[in-house]
């Protein structure tokens, strides 16, 4: 399963909005998020393998898999 969030997302009201320009908390919302989305699609089908991408203005960014299991050790 592929999880994809993107910069200036008009569902989560955009980077100029509700990030006020701010880049790096705009990508520290979305990490979180798709750390929560992680843990909901694993917790559900643990056997899925699952894959977290970071769409903005530079490129396309992997959240490697270590960012989620750091997370489950650290709250597990």
Same mark, same amino acid.
């Given at each position: ?20 320009? =701010?880049? &790096? ?6 990490? !979180?998020?798709?750390?929560? $989305? ?17 769409? =903005?203005? &530079? ?6 898999? !270590?960012?989620?299991?750091? $997370? ?5």
């Amino acid at each position: 399963m592929i999880l994809l969030l993107h910069s200036d997302c008009g569902a989560y009201g955009s980077l100029h909005q509700v990030f006020k320009d =701010d880049q &790096a908390a705009e990508i520290d919302h979305h990490r !979180s998020e798709l750390r929560l $989305a992680y843990a909901t699609v694993k917790g559900a089908f643990p056997k899925v393998s699952v894959e977290c991408y970071f769409v =903005d203005f &530079a490129g396309v960014w992997q959240l490697e898999s !270590s960012f989620f299991t750091d $997370a489950q050790s650290a709250s597990g």
